[in-house]
């Protein structure tokens, strides 16, 4: 059992070996994530990238808000490990679980009868409507495995093991892109094999999560007894919670939006903009994987009352959101006509080139911004201030929308980019004073 307690120990060390698996994992599940776009372009047409592209915001707001609620609970879960309190990480588990299988059959349902009155919201075109709510409507039905999966890779992340988890997904993502390779490149199958491919990868990394705990982490294993809702614990949970799924809801409702102006401007743009936003993944999911370690840094910290370690931890994990940037921004620079070449061919590839590289060849520099937000993010997030993680973000997508519809119309796609720079810097804005202000009460109250 890889758990680690990170209230002691060298911290630099600590934040490294728990984040660097986290960014392996998602740059490889992004890598996943990427593949399925580029087979649905170059394999089925610049349709179903197309289709990929509308689907991908809502999929997003399904992902992220189970992964809030799983992240509210995994806070606490750090605690109580911290704290050194094993019954109620128990406890704790057993409660995002059963609540977790009845909140996402609801889920799942509603996204079933809403999908085609959503997609009309989103004003998209006639000729993909089809094509894309059956896409959705398949990926919905895949909606407690995703719950299921990201709840004990909560429970797994709180105890310190990152490792774990991501190798099921990791898993589950290369058993996806060889069900593509074969039943849409061999077999000819069109975008339904796509999403039903998904689902089952989804399934697969759920059922090895729970084959690992009650193989290998006692602390994890729940008796039959254990099983059952303690229901103060699930007011505390979905206080933190629901807080962190509408903080973590904001950003897909926000690509919803902008995806709604984007829908106007053409397939083209539609089928690049889905491809640098697979493209902005590599920068952002990396970014808040290191956010994740920092709050779980400080979480456990926090149980254990060593405030000086809090402080010190998120220094250096700032510290390591800059190095990324500098990656990340030389890797877009350097690449991104031959990467956006990989996403489409045949007459209109040129086109949808050059449009992307025009996006990129902006946000490279602007990635540094959300780094920053990040880290921040993550301190706040691991010292319980969940409510400030999620005014921040609305601050910050509310300007993004807005901004987005007032400069796509006049500058295209380089608008986006912009306008995602006006929301990070308001972000920080109201960050920077307020971390300055929460450092300060933690050292008072250690004097």
Request: hydrophobic share 50%; aromatic share 10%.
């Given at each position: 059992?890889?758990?680690?307690?990170?209230?002691?120990?060298?911290?630099?060390?600590?934040?490294?070996?728990?984040?660097?698996?986290?960014?392996?994992?998602?740059?490889?599940?992004?890598?996943?994530?990427?593949?399925?776009?580029?087979?649905?372009?170059?394999?089925?047409?610049?349709?179903?990238?197309?289709?990929?592209?509308?689907?991908?915001?809502?999929?997003?707001?399904?992902?992220?808000?189970?992964?809030?609620?799983?992240?509210?609970?995994?806070?606490?879960?750090?605690?109580?490990?911290?704290a050194?309190?094993?019954?109620?990480?128990?406890r704790?588990?057993?409660?995002?679980?059963?609540?977790?299988?009845?909140?996402?059959?609801?889920?799942?349902?509603?996204?079933?009868?809403?999908?085609?009155?959503l997609?009309?919201?989103?004003?998209?075109?006639?000729?993909?409507?089809?094509?894309?709510?059956?896409?959705?409507?398949?990926?919905?039905l895949?909606?407690?495995?995703?719950?299921?999966?990201?709840?004990?890779?909560?429970?797994?992340?709180?105890?310190?093991?990152?490792?774990?988890?991501?190798?099921?997904?990791?898993?589950?993502?290369?058993?996806?892109?060889?069900?593509?390779?074969?039943f849409?490149?061999?077999?000819?199958?069109?975008?339904?094999?796509?999403?039903?491919?998904?689902?089952?990868?989804?399934?697969?990394?759920?059922?090895?999560?729970?084959?690992?705990?009650?193989?290998?982490?006692?602390?994890?294993?729940?008796?039959?007894?254990?099983?059952?809702?303690?229901?103060?614990?699930?007011?505390q949970?979905?206080?933190?919670?629901?807080?962190?799924?509408?903080?973590?809801?904001?950003?897909?409702?926000?690509?919803l939006?902008?995806?709604?102006?984007?829908?106007?401007?053409?397939?083209?743009?539609?089928?690049?903009?889905?491809?640098?936003?697979?493209?902005?993944?590599?920068?952002?999911?990396?970014?808040?994987s290191?956010?994740?370690?920092?709050?779980?840094?400080?979480?456990?910290?926090?149980?254990?009352?060593?405030?000086?370690?809090?402080?010190?931890?998120?220094?250096?994990?700032?510290?390591?959101?800059?190095?990324?940037?500098?990656?990340?921004?030389?890797?877009?620079?350097?690449l991104?006509?031959?990467?956006?070449?990989?996403?489409?061919?045949?007459?209109?590839?040129?086109?949808?080139?050059?449009?992307?590289?025009?996006?990129?060849?902006?946000?490279?520099?602007?990635?540094?911004?959300?780094?920053?937000?990040?880290?921040?993010?993550?301190?706040?997030?691991g010292?319980?201030?969940?409510?400030?993680?999620?005014?921040?973000?609305?601050?910050?997508?509310?300007?993004?929308?807005?901004?987005?519809?007032?400069?796509a119309?006049?500058?295209?796609?380089?608008?986006?980019?912009?306008?995602?720079?006006?929301?990070?810097?308001?972000?920080?804005?109201?960050?920077?004073?307020?971390?300055?202000?929460?450092?300060?009460?933690?050292?008072?109250?250690?004097?």
């Amino acid at each position: 059992m890889a758990a680690v307690n990170m209230t002691e120990g060298s911290i630099p060390r600590q934040l490294v070996s728990y984040a660097v698996p986290l960014i392996v994992g998602n740059l490889f599940q992004l890598t996943y994530n990427a593949a399925d776009s580029v087979i649905a372009g170059r394999l089925i047409g610049k349709q179903a990238l197309a289709a990929t592209g509308m689907a991908s915001p809502v999929m997003n707001l399904l992902i992220l808000g189970i992964s809030g609620i799983c992240m509210g609970a995994g806070v606490l879960m750090s605690e109580y490990f911290g704290a050194g309190e094993q019954e109620r990480l128990r406890r704790e588990v057993a409660t995002t679980l059963l609540f977790g299988l009845f909140f996402s059959m609801a889920v799942a349902l509603a996204g079933i009868v809403c999908a085609v009155p959503l997609l009309r919201l989103l004003q998209a075109p006639d000729e993909l409507l089809s094509m894309t709510t059956l896409y959705l409507r398949i990926i919905f039905l895949g909606a407690p495995f995703t719950y299921f999966y990201n709840a004990l890779a909560a429970a797994l992340k709180s105890v310190g093991d990152a490792r774990t988890p991501l190798r099921f997904l990791m898993l589950s993502s290369v058993f996806n892109i060889v069900l593509d390779l074969i039943f849409i490149g061999l077999l000819g199958f069109g975008i339904i094999c796509s999403a039903v491919t998904t689902v089952v990868a989804e399934a697969v990394s759920a059922v090895l999560s729970i084959g690992y705990i009650y193989r290998r982490v006692p602390m994890l294993q729940l008796r039959w007894c254990e099983w059952c809702i303690d229901r103060p614990m699930l007011r505390q949970t979905l206080r933190y919670g629901l807080v962190t799924a509408l903080q973590q809801a904001c950003q897909p409702v926000g690509k919803l939006l902008i995806q709604g102006t984007v829908n106007t401007l053409g397939v083209d743009v539609i089928a690049a903009f889905n491809a640098v936003t697979r493209i902005d993944d590599f920068a952002f999911t990396p970014e808040q994987s290191i956010a994740h370690g920092i709050t779980t840094f400080v979480a456990q910290n926090r149980g254990a009352g060593q405030y000086r370690r809090v402080q010190e931890g998120l220094r250096i994990g700032l510290w390591l959101e800059a190095a990324y940037w500098v990656i990340i921004c030389s890797a877009v620079l350097l690449l991104r006509y031959p990467v956006m070449g990989l996403f489409v061919r045949g007459e209109d590839a040129q086109t949808i080139i050059v449009i992307g590289a025009q996006y990129l060849g902006t946000m490279a520099f602007f990635y540094l911004l959300p780094a920053f937000t990040n880290g921040m993010q993550g301190f706040v997030r691991g010292a319980g201030q969940l409510h400030i993680t999620l005014l921040c973000t609305f601050i910050q997508t509310a300007l993004r929308v807005i901004c987005t519809a007032l400069f796509a119309p006049r500058w295209g796609i380089l608008g986006i980019s912009v306008a995602c720079a006006v929301g990070w810097s308001a972000m920080l804005l109201f960050e920077v004073p307020y971390c300055v202000r929460l450092i300060r009460r933690q050292v008072q109250s250690t004097t």
